[in-house]
């Protein structure tokens, strides 16, 4: 692939920073949610929260930094970096030595902020109802920015090739590296999701697994499966059809199409929508079931793909035991603690083992669980004296 020489996919030694860490994420079996589900095919989870940045975006800020240095666009000691929403890119700079400003929706958590501000970048909050093409919105005060800011430099996501490259080079070749060095009885990748932001992830991994089966001939063509590309999108982003609106899941889903998008067939061969409550749901599901601490993008790729391996399209390969559906997990639930939708308990129809359990710890301590009032009165009306630490370790 362009000469480019394959990604390491496991730690030597020692790294020389923390930029020698991003990427190099797992791909792990969701086998209790396949098995709730009825699926048959080997669901894999890429889980790029494992990445040092804890998302899929260090990749393409690694490289955007890295190549824009090679072109002399970025000059160390004089380049202000200005972007929209990338604590990747944020962490990059910190590394670097680089100012770094970020134009940030209100509607981004405040734990993105926060670990924005500790990598020492500047914050610029913006309307979250505001248009892309607008100058309020978190891209057109990125660009008014860097227009008055000296030594002001955009190396703009949405547009800059290095983005899908990321995909192509680094994503792609984990991905098969993981499969060809697995016990599984296939190799190849049978069905891929990604949900689409900027379009990067989605693209530059369609085109590395087109490109690979433009590659075979003969035989080897004849014993692969084409691999089915599909791209989640929430209801409210215009990328895959629709109109456009709001909505809160975070990191997915524009309002505009992104130059290093390529939305279309062969490429991409199905786009699913998503909305928010199902999203969040699988969220916590993937948190719960399978113990992978990911945000709500993540959410909306499990959805998705539930969805479409129900569908008729995908029953032959949900029903296949040989096929590896893959699916890309974007970020971690770190930057989404606060969120409400976290926050929230989730209502379940049947009472299941946790509110036995639950129901069992009330009726030994007579209380509910959270309340400690309750046992501060009844020690006040015994006249007990309630020490700190009373009850550790047996005293």
């Keep these: 692939m362009g000469g480019e020489t394959s990604p390491q996919h496991h730690w030597k030694g020692v790294l020389s920073s923390a930029l020698d860490a991003v990427g190099h994420t797992p791909l792990i079996k969701l086998q209790k949610i396949a098995k709730e589900e009825g699926f048959k095919c080997n669901l894999l989870g890429k ?79 913006t309307p979250t109802e505001a248009a892309w093409d607008s100058p309020e919105s978190h891209i057109g005060i990125a660009k008014k920015l860097q227009k008055s ?12 090739p290095n983005n899908p490259l990321a995909h192509y080079y680094g994503t792609y070749e984990e991905i098969t590296y993981a499969l060809k060095t697995s016990d599984l009885p ?13 379009g990067g992830t989605i693209t530059g991994l369609a085109r590395a697994i087109r490109g690979y089966e433009g590659s075979l001939v003969n035989g080897a063509a004849s014993s692969h499966v084409r691999t089915v590309v599909l791209a989640v999108d929430p209801e409210g982003s215009i990328l895959g059809g629709g109109e456009p609106g709001n ?25 699913i929508k998503t909305n928010d409550e199902e999203a969040f749901a699988a969220t916590k599901r993937l948190i719960r079931e399978e ?23 995908g029953k032959s390969i949900a029903n296949d035991p040989e096929a590896n559906v893959v699916i890309i997990l974007p970020d971690g639930v770190r930057n989404y603690m606060s969120k409400e939708w976290l926050l929230q308990t989730a209502k379940s129809a049947s009472k299941d083992q946790g509110e036995d359990i639950k129901d069992t710890i009330k009726n030994i301590l007579g209380r509910d669980l959270g309340d400690v009032n309750g046992v501060l009165k009844e020690a ?12 550790v370790n047996g005293h």
């Design 47 to 125: 889980c790029e929260f494992f990445s040092a940045g804890g998302s899929v975006k260090d990749r393409i800020a690694n490289r955007m930094v890295e190549y824009a240095e090679k072109e002399g666009v970025l000059i160390p000691g004089q380049s202000v970096v200005i972007e929209p929403t990338r604590i990747g890119l944020a962490l990059a700079c910190a590394i670097k030595g680089y100012q770094c400003v970020i134009t940030l929706p209100a509607k981004m958590s405040l734990e993105k902020e926060v670990m924005l501000r500790a990598l020492g970048a500047e914050i610029v909050r």
């Design 149 to 160: 800011i000296p030594g002001g430099v955009i190396l703009d996501q949405y547009s800059n």
């Design 186 to 198: 296939r190799k190849d990748i049978s069905l891929l999701v990604a949900g689409a932001g900027t």
């Design 247 to 271: 909505y809160q899941v975070e990191g997915i889903g524009y309002d505009f199409f992104p130059e290093v998008l390529d939305p279309n067939p062969p490429l991409i061969d199905q786009w």
């Design 291 to 313: 113990g992978l601490f990911v945000g709500g993008s993540s959410g909306s790729a499990l959805s998705g793909i539930i969805r479409y391996l129900h569908s008729e399209n």
């Design 380 to 391: 006040k009306d015994e006249g007990k004296v309630l020490q700190n630490g009373e009850g």
